[in-house]
């Protein structure tokens, strides 16, 4: 690979437009686009809407068990082979929905197209960019958060529009060739997986100049083992499974929600377009707000606003109250959606946060089955919606807690005992040994606890100065033979 030596035009840029496409192409795989084909699949095969239903959570459930895999894939394989790939076998998932016929092929059409589509490829996009960006970090997924959202809102109209022209069968050909020939392309030519790759250091630093720029761009990188000893991990888990299941839960029973109020389907229609519509101005806002603000708070803000949607929603008997509602959700929903980005790489590192963000996007897709069951159930039961809205408001006050108590985790530095071993590692066989003893030397020297423990330790030295000639010799007599 050639390496980029100039600061004219930062490969960074390409990133992101690459990681906003690859959003953008999750679509398929996605719930406001797999929602047009529902009622297709009950009225040809007789279907209930129940049964259908059921399949979609579990294929959904079942996916999301797997992502951790994936994000472990991508650490090893890196993004840019993975989004080849995880998008061409996309484009496969798809041709196969469209010979669907039994409801065990729809479950496996459905588990294939939410694995690749909702989670794998949401996963690419949230693990390439932050290799790239520190500094501007939440600046640059705000940018890229574009393409889910200008997603949602073409793939739902351009399903409809396919299905009246060609029927969903053939819709699900078209959709599969456009992943294959639009986005595969594009990730096996131009993505990078680092930018250590190109002779480059995020935030477009030269490698040249790694002295003067490395302070401001190395950060600590933690593996899943050592992320999962800690409290924090624990704790943005809990924040991660929360909003899958308030939002996801609100968004599936909207409009009955809305009926039970009295307002029109039309009205529920408009909201969740002014939901989408209020998230891309405040996406773009929080990645600038986050340079600036601790992400426990604004993370916290987010399950202020989802507390405060509640309460509007229970309230919400005209459309004015209503349309309030839409504006406040819809600010909860664009500042969560880039904080969840960013916390992970910003608490964790860059060099495996392909597992850790699979973790968290298992969460996420979790919480987005579970969610809405507890509505559903609660509203045979009760007749009604008002005493699950109460009662889910315990879901985000939980999650403000959570949110508060995830401080940043600070990485302890190497133990003694790794310091020395590492320094041997890096110094031929007698140097190495030399310099483990003086550093026990001068730790015996310095040692105020008694004079048993320097006499001790000098022991300990001549033991293993023993041993290093030993292993030396050794080695060098097995070479001579």
Known sequence: MKHQTGYSFHYGW??????AL???????????????????YINEFGWSRSTVSA???SATLAAGFLLFFIGRLIDRNGSRKMAVIVSFALAIACFFNSFVTSLAMLFIGFFFIRLLGQGSMGLIS???????????RGRAISIAAIGGLVSSAAFPLMNVWLIDAFGWRASWLI?????????????????????????????NGSAAKEGASTSTTKEASWTVKEAAATRSFWLLLVCAIIPGIVNTGLTFHLLSIFSEKSLSREAAASVLSLTALIGLPVTFLAGIVLEKVKLQYMLALVFAGEIASLLLLQTASSFSVATLFGIVWGVSMGIERIVMAVVWPNYFGRKHIGSISGISMAMIVTGSALGPLPLGIAFDHFHGYAEILWGIMLFPAIGILAALAAHPPVKQHQPKAEEEKSATAN??????????????LLQSITDKSGIHLRIQALCECYRFFQYRCQLFHGKKRRFHI
């Open 22 to 40: 690859s959003q953008f192409f999750s679509g398929p795989g996605q719930t406001y686009s797999n929602a047009i084909f529902i009622d297709y």
């Open 55 to 57: 399949i979609y959570s």
């Open 175 to 203: 959709l599969g060739a456009i992943v294959a020939v639009c986005f595969t392309p594009l990730a096996f030519f131009l993505i990078q997986n680092s930018p250590e790759d190109m002779g480059l250091l995020p935030d």
């Open 126 to 136: 949230s693990s390439l960019i932050p290799q790239w960006f520190v500094k501007k």
């Open 427 to 440: 110094h031929p066989a007698p140097l190495g040994v030399f310099v483990c003893l003086r550093n026990r």
């Open 14 to 19: 390409v990133i992101i437009a690459l990681a």
